[in-house]
């Protein structure tokens, strides 16, 4: 039996999930949560074999709490389920330790095989992403220019693409307000950006806001 926690900030969208993995007999819902301190508090409270994770919900980013997942929990493996185009986060989660990265518009096969792959210790992708890291890899894809972000410029430029303040960030990621302001600062910079409009409108164009 594969003992799952559905992480992701909509209650409607843990329970179409929840209905859909219980129609397998060897996977079963053990726990729900619907912030990155709740995924933290399930984890603490009871076994948990595979995390399906929503790639931004209120409190620690995706990154930090792969960082400490692995940290505290290596045992857990994380499967990252988002509206996010594959090709956005996918390098980025992989490297931080996630066992599989897919969209939400997938078919819900595809989630049951990343939910077993990653419990048998393996890493799932899609075959489209696969073909798209290929293209990469050998010169042919086109990398957007946020790619040149660290991981918490980009937690932090699409939270403000979702339009939270500065300080509902700093207080999600337990940071001092000068600090998300110079990270706002410095998104811009790196992505020639003039003004925070055009910040967030290079955002939604690039799909970075769900």
């Known amino acids: 039996m594969i003992r799952i926690l559905l992480a992701d900030d909509h209650t409607l969208v843990r329970e ?3 209905r859909i993995l219980e129609e397998h007999a060897d996977l079963r819902v053990v726990a729900e949560a ?3 301190d709740e995924v ?3 984890v603490a ?3 948990v074999d595979v995390l399906v994770l929503d790639i931004t ?3 620690p980013g995706v990154f930090d709490l792969l960082k400490r997942l692995g940290e505290d929990y290596p045992s857990v493996r994380t499967v990252v389920l988002t509206m996010h185009r594959e090709d956005q986060y996918a390098v980025r989660v992989l490297r931080a330790g996630a ?3 897919l969209s939400k518009e997938r078919s819900p096969e595809f989630l049951v095989e990343a939910i077993r792959k990653a419990h048998r210790g393996e890493v799932f992708i899609s075959p489209s992403l696969a ?8 010169g042919l894809g086109r ?3 946020h790619q040149l972000l660290s991981d918490r410029e980009l937690d932090v430029l699409v939270r403000l693409a979702k339009g939270q303040s500065v300080k509902a960030i700093a207080a999600e990621l337990s940071l001092d307000r000068k600090t998300v302001s110079t990270y706002h600062s410095r998104i811009r910079r790196k992505l020639h950006l003039r003004s925070g409009a055009e910040l967030i409108r290079y955002a939604l164009e690039q799909g970075l806001a769900e």
Do not use: S
């Open 34 to 36: 619907g912030t990155g």
């Open 57 to 59: 919900m209120p409190g």
């Open 143 to 145: 990398r957007p220019t």
């Open 131 to 138: 073909d798209t890291l290929a293209a990469q890899v050998v």
């Open 16 to 18: 179409g999930l929840r």
């Open 45 to 47: 409270a009871a076994p």
């Open 99 to 101: 066992a599989g990265y």
């Open 40 to 42: 933290l508090g399930a």
